[in-house]
């Protein structure tokens, strides 16, 4: 198959000069800038809803008749209250770790590939000493490290400012925002966000129609995966009366029975959520280098 045209970006800047690595930060400097600021604030939010845990638990919220010395007036408290507070920005933190996957595809899809060969930049670092698949493994690696490091950065803060997992406070365990946003399947999301935005990137090679394309692509991921989470590991049956606890994540009941998925059973889903993920993630890369290859050849 003949090679791909190359047409000379505006500027004239091959983007394989100074490294692969520099290639990759250069055309991405507001996207990686962005990410550091939007993790940095995370965290520091976190820190500070770790400082309210122990208040919060108490379900009580310091205060003073008049207002003095930085605290709200009494009068106030019973519409602000620290488990008030602090539960609803755990909550917060969940919801957007779990769906952390859907702009990281969107960008993926649209910025990181398709961009790039829509452009010619592309093309163009490949006559600059840059071979396709260093091109490719570079605009991979980079992003995937910092995913990587500040959503499992994130995840376990998260997890230390929930503290005893109050389900009152911070949600149950089998919630799934909570069932994400506390584990490795987070940062599994995004990769296999990462893998499936760069195959669809090469496969359409259109900024826009590769950002919805991931887009959606990644939905129906999480979705599917929300929706058959509780098939990933056998069930506990349990016989007879009685109500469950809580904890108990309950798949089906009948009169006689129920099947449920007990506290215990956490990792065991973890792991093979995760390891599912991670199983897209590694197909959707190897198809991306093999279509790059073939379409390069």
Avoid: K
């Avoid at 490795?184 to 935005?197: N, Q």
């Avoid at 259109?206 to 939905?219: K, Q, S």
């Amino acid at each position: 198959m003949t090679a791909l045209a190359v047409p000379v970006p505006a500027g004239g800047t091959p983007s394989g000069t100074g490294g692969t690595g520099r290639a990759v930060r250069r055309p991405h400097r507001v996207a990686l800038v962005v990410w550091g600021l939007a993790v940095t604030a995370a965290a520091v939010y976190l820190v500070w809803l770790h400082s309210l845990a122990d208040e919060a638990r108490g379900g009580t919220s310091a205060c003073a008749v008049p207002p003095a010395d930085g605290l709200p007036s009494c009068a106030s408290v019973a519409a602000i209250t620290a488990d008030d507070v602090y539960g609803g920005g755990i909550s917060l933190v969940a919801g957007a770790l779990a769906h952390l996957v859907l702009p990281v595809a969107a960008w993926a899809g649209a910025a990181l590939v398709a961009r790039e060969l829509e452009t010619g930049t592309a093309h163009f670092a490949w006559t600059q000493g840059v071979s396709p698949t260093r091109w490719l493994a570079a605009r991979l690696a980079v992003p995937a490290a910092l995913l990587t490091a500040g959503t499992g950065t994130l995840v376990l803060l998260h997890v230390w400012a929930r503290g005893d997992g109050d389900p009152n406070l911070v949600g149950d365990w089998y919630h799934p925002d909570v069932f994400i946003a506390t584990g490795p399947a987070c940062v599994a999301y995004a990769l296999a966000a990462l893998a499936l935005g760069a195959l669809i990137g090469l496969l359409v090679r259109r900024t826009l129609p590769a950002a919805g394309l991931t887009f959606a692509a990644c939905l129906v991921l999480h979705n599917v995966m929300t929706r058959f989470r509780e098939d990933l590991w056998p069930t506990v049956t349990r016989t007879g009366g009685g109500e469950l606890p809580r904890s108990a994540f309950t798949v089906a009941w009948s009169e006689r029975s129920t099947a449920f998925h007990p506290r215990s059973h956490y990792w065991p889903l973890q792991f093979m959520e995760t390891g599912l993920l991670l199983t897209v993630t590694a197909v959707a890369t190897t198809a991306a280098f093999r279509l790059l290859r073939r379409r390069t050849a």
